[in-house]
């Protein structure tokens, strides 16, 4: 159990809960319960019910046969961009809500940076009658017009963040100081593996679906459930969470991560945290951050919005220090130029996100007979405004 979280919410020497003392009820209240709720059979049932129906999984496992001749390798893309709202971040929120009903929650809130995960939460808030507020950096939303315009029609109401640079880190505060002020009967959902314990580890199981069904997948595909390779890039680092968990201990599985280089990891302008960060704290966990001399965090930079984030949560960091993932980057330029080809040759316009694990092929040796899995976490309409405008197509 070399890569779970352990009795203390420590990946390694990342993670843990550094939260101020106000704050503390809450998150202990989750840490003392949400592991008999996730496995009790009445919330799976219901959970499944939800993935199934709802969501629409399992989500293919599709052989990308043009983009194997071209990378000379079998290529299999796993297709979160079919899930409702167009991403795997629904998964996460579809297990959190149920959670957050068995609390005896009543409240939701919530921190967006570009929208995606806002729009995940006000669908499930809508679904599950509950209010919800979702928290924005001012900046944010004026960035992502159609996001917000999303959520309320969901009935969601969105609150801008107008402290310090706008932005996500922002509205994570001002999420805190809400969750501070009303600890019984609201839930606070996080979008990625990130946060105090137990959030990173809840998060993680949530997504580990995508694993669980590429396994039984690759069965039928190739007789077997190990791929050569998994690939997955990573924001926060969720949808790799997911894509590679029931992989972790199956050491022949070669786990790639890929994280936005931005304009360059040389430049000024990325969000490569692998690459260029320290350990540090963040949004109450111990991991890896892009940070000055003294500690304050740097804004990061990429043209993908979803991987605009200044860290890696706990468990992405353990798996860099280990080594058990081998991580690469990808710059704007290699990413949408991957989104084209790629809806070029099968036909599917990936989110510049997941245009980002696309990238990778290219970097890695991979041989003839390598069978790839790419997690292909969102779908492309979001981001049609920064195809556009990069406009080399
Ligand atoms: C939010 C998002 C990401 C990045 O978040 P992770 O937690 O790293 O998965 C990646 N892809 C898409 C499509 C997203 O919406």
Not at 30 to 50: A, C, G, W
Not at 173 to 189: L, V
Request: aromatic share 8%; with cysteine.
């Amino acid at each position: 159990m070399k890569y779970q979280v352990d009795a203390n919410g420590y990946y390694g020497k990342f993670g843990g809960a550094f939260i101020p003392e106000m704050l503390y009820p809450n998150v202990e209240e989750l840490r003392m319960n949400y592991l008999s709720i996730i496995e009790s059979p009445e919330f799976k049932k219901e959970f499944d019910y939800l993935l199934k129906n709802y969501v629409g999984r399992p989500t293919p496992l599709y052989f990308a046969k043009r983009l194997s001749e071209k990378h000379k390798a079998k290529i299999y893309l796993k297709r979160e961009d079919l899930c409702h709202t167009g991403a795997h971040k629904i998964n996460n929120t579809i297990g959190q809500i149920l959670l957050a009903k068995r609390l005896g929650k009543q409240k939701i809130i919530a921190e967006t940076g570009a929208g995606q995960h806002g729009v995940a939460t006000a669908t499930v808030c809508a679904l599950m009658g509950m209010e919800c507020i979702v928290y924005m950096g001012k900046l944010d939303m004026d960035r992502q017009r159609p996001n917000v315009e999303r959520m309320r029609i969901l009935g969601t109401k969105v609150i801008p963040a107008t402290s310090g640079n706008m932005t996500l880190k922002d509205a994570t505060n001002e999420a805190m100081r809400h969750w501070i002020n009303h600890p019984t009967d609201t839930h606070y959902i996080i979008g990625s593996v990130v946060g105090p314990h137990p959030y990173p580890d809840m998060v993680a199981k949530f997504q580990s679906v995508i694993s669980e069904e590429i396994k039984n997948q690759l069965i039928g595909e190739q007789g077997n459930p190990f791929p050569d390779y998994v690939i997955a890039c990573v924001g926060g680092g969720s949808n790799a969470a997911g894509a590679y968990y029931h992989f972790l201990n199956d050491e022949h599985v070669n786990l790639v991560g890929v994280e936005a280089a931005g304009k360059g990891v040389d430049t000024n302008e990325s969000a490569a945290t692998t690459a260029l960060g320290k350990i540090g704290i963040l949004h109450g966990s111990k991991s890896l951050l892009m940070q000055t001399e003294d500690g304050q965090v740097i804004e990061p930079y990429s043209i993908s919005a979803g991987l605009d984030y200044p860290g890696i949560g706990p468990l992405h960091s353990h798996l860099f220090d280990t080594g058990r993932v081998q991580f690469v980057s990808a710059t704007d330029d290699e990413a949408m130029e991957s989104g084209i080809a790629l809806s070029r040759l099968e036909g599917i316009i990936p989110a510049i996100e997941s245009a980002h694990a696309v990238a990778a092929l290219a970097k890695l040796n991979l041989e003839q007979d390598d069978v790839v899995v790419v997690n292909l976490s969102g779908r492309g309409d979001k981001d049609l405004e920064t195809y556009i405008r990069w406009g080399k197509y």
